[in-house]
C-alpha cells in the first residue's frame, strides 16, 4: 500500500534522456475556479503535467490550464452568480415550482405547476432537458448563491476559528433543505443519475471550496486536496444524518455535525503532532527518515 502512494505522490517517473520529473496532480483547483458557478455536464481532461518548467508543454491543454488560473483569480463579487445558469422565463417556472415540491416532488408535475403559477404555457417544461435534475440544480444554485450572499455580508463569521466558521456554514447551508426534508431523498436519487452525477459533483465541490474561502483558507498542493475531500465527507454524511433525525428543529443533527468538525480538526493536530515527532526521530536516526516522513504528512 505504501509503496503504491509513494509511487503516485513522492516518487518521479522516467522523461526523455535519463531526466526525471516530479509527476503532480491533476489541477482540480483550476477546475473548481474556472468552472465556478457553471453546472454544464461536459467532460474535462486533466493530464499530469511536469513540475519543471523546461518540460511544459505549449499544447492548447496547457494554455486552458493558464486560463482557468487566471479566471479563479477574479474576486469572487465579480464571479457569475450561481442563479444565471436559468434567466427570464425559466428562471421564474423553476422559482415557482419549489412551492410545489412539497406536494409534487422533484417531478416534471412541479415544474408544470410552477409554470401555471407564473402564467406561462407549461410547454416550457419541454425546453429543459433533464426537467427533474433541472430543477434540483436550479435549487442547489439558489442555495450556494444564498450561502455566498452571506459569507459576502461578513457580519456572522467576524472572529470566528476556521472550525466554528465551517460549522456555522455548513449549518446554515444545510438549513436551507429543511423545509424539503420529505422530499430531499428524491432529489438524492436524482443527483445520483449518471447523467447528473458530473454537475452534483461540480455543485458540491464549489459549495465546500467556498467554505473553505470563508473560513480562511489559503492551503496549496496536498493541502488543498485533504481538506475539501474531508469538509466533503462532513457535509455529506451530516446531510445524511439530517435525513433521519427526528428531533425537534433538527438538534440531533447540529450536535453530529459539530462533532464531526472537531473530530476534523483533531485529526489535523494529530497530524502536527506526526510531525514533530517525525523531525524527533529524525535528528536521532538520520536526515533521510526525517525527510521521508516529512514529505509524507508534511503540513
Given at each position: 500500500m505504501y509503496r503504491t502512494v509513494v509511487n503516485r505522490i513522492l516518487l518521479t517517473k522516467n522523461t526523455g534522456g535519463g531526466r526525471r520529473c516530479l509527476l503532480r496532480f491533476p489541477d482540480l483547483r483550476t477546475a473548481v475556479s474556472s468552472s465556478r458557478?457553471?453546472?454544464?455536464?461536459?467532460p474535462q481532461t486533466f493530464p499530469n503535467r511536469p513540475l519543471n518548467p523546461a518540460?511544459?508543454?505549449t499544447s492548447s491543454s496547457s494554455t486552458s490550464f493558464q486560463t482557468s488560473s487566471a479566471a479563479g483569480d477574479i474576486p469572487r463579487q465579480e464571479r457569475k452568480n450561481p442563479r444565471a445558469e436559468y434567466q427570464?422565463?425559466?428562471a421564474r417556472v423553476l422559482q415557482a415550482s419549489l412551492r410545489h415540491v412539497l406536494r409534487l416532488g422533484w417531478s416534471e408535475e412541479a415544474m408544470i405547476a410552477g409554470a401555471k403559477e407564473v402564467g406561462i404555457s407549461p410547454s416550457i417544461v419541454g425546453s429543459f432537458p433533464r426537467k427533474e435534475a433541472a430543477l434540483v440544480e436550479f435549487f442547489m444554485d439558489d442555495c450556494l448563491q444564498r450561502l455566498i450572499d452571506r459569507i459576502d455580508s461578513g457580519e456572522e463569521l467576524q472572529d470566528l476559528i476556521p472550525s466554528q466558521c465551517i460549522y456555522k456554514l455548513v449549518r446554515f447551508?444545510?438549513?436551507m433543505q429543511a423545509p424539503y426534508?420529505?422530499?430531499w431523498p428524491q432529489a438524492l436519487s436524482i443527483q445520483a443519475h449518471p447523467l447528473n452525477v458530473s454537475t452534483s459533483f461540480k455543485q458540491r465541490a464549489m459549495l465546500v471550496d467556498e467554505i473553505w474561502h470563508a473560513a480562511g483558507d489559503e492551503a496549496s498542493d496536498l493541502d488543498w486536496y485533504v481538506k475539501r475531500t474531508v469538509l466533503g465527507g462532513i457535509y455529506s454524511t451530516t446531510e445524511i444524518y439530517m435525513l433521519t433525525d427526528s428531533s425537534s428543529e433538527f438538534r440531533d443533527t447540529w450536535l453530529f455535525l459539530d462533532n464531526r468538525v472537531k473530530d476534523a480538526f483533531d485529526l489535523k493536530k494529530t497530524i502536527q503532532e506526526a510531525t514533530y515527532l517525525a523531525e524527533a526521530v529524525g535528528a536521532g536516526m538520520g536526515s533521510s527518515l526525517q525527510?521521508?516522513?516529512g514529505k509524507v504528512i508534511q503540513r
Open positions: 458557478f457553471s453546472t454544464t455536464t461536459e518540460d511544459s508543454s427570464g422565463e425559466q447551508r444545510l438549513e426534508i420529505s422530499k525527510g521521508f516522513v
